[in-house]
């Protein structure tokens, strides 16, 4: 996985969360959340009563639990907000479930929305019930992709959203065999375990 900008962490934190409170029935802790940011290969600067802030070369997210809500947010260490992007977890009484949202700090600068939807898991069986998604980056042949797993392929088919990015929501992916390529956005989205 490579992490050079906000949208390269909070699509797998997204997918992490989604996945944490599916296995665990609740939205995990700060200090459950520094785990993702330790697999990921980010440095712990900063603790405090559940507060973490967490930093690699580019950069700087800054966690924050409060009552109910997790709240994540990335920066770049660059200190530009333009695609700085927030990423919470929330239970949400009249939906009846857990909300899992990226969401852009400058609504304005940012050209899109990202991802799909937001991630909806079921308050009563934690099913999933929106399709989101979600997966890693990496590069390769200087060429970065947004590499999902087969089952959020299956979603994202059974969805009949494949022509539309998962990553900027523009219209118009162009698919060759199992590989996507956004000329919106520049990025390509692979499926995992599928070769080019
Ligand atoms: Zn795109």
Redesign the pocket.
């Known amino acids: 996985m490579i992490a050079y900008e906000p949208l390269m962490v909070a699509m797998p934190l997204a997918k992490w969360l989604g996945e944490f409170v599916v296995k665990e029935r609740r939205i995990p802790t700060g200090d459950e959340v520094r785990e993702f940011f330790k697999s990921v290969g980010f440095e712990e600067v900063f603790l405090d009563k559940g507060m973490a802030v967490h930093r690699n070369r580019f950069i700087l997210a800054i966690t924050l639990p409060k009552k109910n809500t997790l709240v994540i947010d990335l920066l770049s260490s660059s200190g530009e907000l333009s695609d700085a992007l927030e990423v919470i977890a929330y239970h949400d009484k009249q939906i009846e479930g857990y909300i899992i949202d990226i969401i852009p700090a400058n609504e304005l600068e940012f050209e ?1 929305n990202v991802g799909l939807e937001p991630a909806i898991i079921d308050d009563k069986n934690f099913e999933l019930k929106s399709t989101p998604v979600l997966g890693y980056f990496e590069e390769e042949k200087e060429e970065i992709s947004l590499v999902i797993d087969e089952e959020a392929y299956n979603l994202w088919k059974k969805s009949g959203k494949l022509e539309i ?1 998962p ?4 219209e118009g ?1 162009v698919w060759k065999e199992s590989f996507a390529y ?1 000329p ?4 390509g989205i692979r499926i995992r375990g599928e070769k080019k």
Do not use: K, N
Request: hydrophobic share 35%; proline share 0%.
């Open positions: 899109g990015c990553i900027c929501g523009a992916l956004c919106s956005c520049g990025f």
